[in-house]
């Protein structure tokens, strides 16, 4: 074997990690999104419609509590509790 065939068989094969890396690195990107993304997905109400008092008002996507979280009153509460 040539010394040019080899370089470019290893040319080829570092070609092939990177691809590969990229590739696999583009996959476990959006598999860990949509595996986010079915975390929020939840219809169901668990205190009975009273969203300010509910534990689970940070993962909820119900309209009202998207409502509820885009009010001034709703970020006011937030910041003092983070305070």
């Known amino acids: 074997m040539s010394a040019l065939k080899k370089k470019k068989d290893r040319r080829e094969f570092l ?3 990177v ?3 990229i590739l696999s690195g583009i996959g476990l990107f959006i598999g860990s999104n949509l595996k986010k993304k079915d975390k929020k997905i939840d219809h169901n109400c668990y205190n009975n419609g ?4 509910c534990d ?4 909820c ?3 009202q ?3 509820l979280k885009n009010s001034d009153l709703f970020k006011k509460k937030i910041r003092e509790i983070k305070k």
């Open 15 to 17: 070609k092939s990690i």
């Open 19 to 21: 691809r590969n890396s």
């Open 50 to 53: 009273i969203c300010k008092n």
């Open 56 to 59: 689970l008002i940070n993962s």
């Open 61 to 63: 996507a119900l309209p």
């Open 65 to 67: 509590v998207l409502s």
